[in-house]
C-alpha cells in the first residue's frame, strides 16, 4: 500500500516493509484500516518531516455505519442479491449510471505546518476513493469506542495508541472528523490527523 503520497511526487515509495499487524488495546488487527493509517503516517514523516497536520477529505454517499467496519461483509451481500438478478440488466443499469454519476470522487489531501500549507493533492484511485474511505473512517472511531449512534454528529475527535511491534513503531493516534451534509444522501467529510510517530522502549 506505499506510495500513497510519494507517487503524486513521482518519487519511489519509502523502503522496507509497511505495517502488517497493528495492536490497539492489546488486540491485534491485520485488515486494510490497520496497514492504511500507519502507511500514511509513515509517508509523511519520511518526505515532509514539518508537517503538523494531516487532511484528508471527500464527499461520501450516506451516512456512516458500525457495517462500514466490515466491507467484506456489504460486497458478500451485495454479490448475493446480484446473483438473484439478470446479470446482464444489472450491468447495463450500472453502466448508465456510471455515464451520468462517474466514479466514486477522489480524496483529496494537505499537508499543513502550523497554519501554512505544505501540500494540496489528490490520492492515487487505484489505493483509495471516496467509497473505500468511508470504511477507512469508521475503523478510528470504533478504536476510540466512540458509539456508532454519534458516528454521524458533524464533529467527532478521538485518540488512542496503536503500536507496530515488529517495527518497533508506536502511533499516539490523534484526530478530528467533520461530517458536513451537503445535500440528500451527501456529506462532505474530513478527517485531520496528527501525524505523530514514536519508538517502543527497548525496541
Known amino acids: 500500500m506505499g506510495g500513497l503520497i510519494s507517487r503524486n ?3 519511489s515509495p519509502p523502503e522496507g516493509p509497511g505495517c502488517q499487524v497493528l495492536f490497539i488495546n492489546g488486540l491485534p488487527y491485520r485488515h486494510t484500516a490497520a496497514k492504511f493509517w500507519p502507511t500514511l503516517i509513515d509517508e509523511v514523516n519520511e518526505g515532509f518531516r514539518t508537517c503538523t497536520l494531516v487532511e484528508l477529505a471527500a464527499a461520501c454517499s450516506g451516512p456512516l ?5 466490515y466491507p467484506e461483509l456489504v460486497f458478500q451481500r451485495d454479490l448475493e442479491d446480484l446473483l438473484n438478478k439478470n446479470i446482464e440488466e444489472e450491468l447495463q443499469n450500472t453502466l448508465a449510471a456510471l455515464d451520468v454519476t ?5 480524496v ?3 499537508l499543513l505546518e502550523d497554519e501554512s500549507e505544505i501540500l494540496s493533492d489528490i490520492l492515487p484511485l487505484d489505493c483509495v476513493d471516496a467509497e473505500i474511505f468511508t470504511y477507512l473512517i469508521a475503523w478510528p ?3 476510540c469506542e466512540i458509539p456508532p449512534a454519534k458516528w454521524n ?3 467527532l475527535s478521538g485518540e488512542f495508541l496503536a503500536e507496530d511491534r ?10 478530528s472528523l467533520v461530517n458536513r451534509h451537503l445535500s440528500e444522501g ?4 474530513v478527517l485531520s490527523v496528527t501525524p505523530a510517530i514514536d519508538t517502543m522502549p527497548n525496541a
Open 186 to 189: 451527501l456529506f462532505e467529510r
Open 108 to 110: 483529496r489531501i494537505r
Open 102 to 106: 462517474g466514479p466514486p470522487p477522489a
Open 141 to 143: 472511531l470504533e478504536w
Open 65 to 69: 455505519k458500525r457495517h462500514h467496519l
Open 166 to 175: 515488529k517495527r518497533g513503531c508506536v502511533y499516539p493516534f490523534s484526530f
Open 9 to 11: 511526487r513521482q518519487e
Open 153 to 155: 454528529n458533524e464533529f
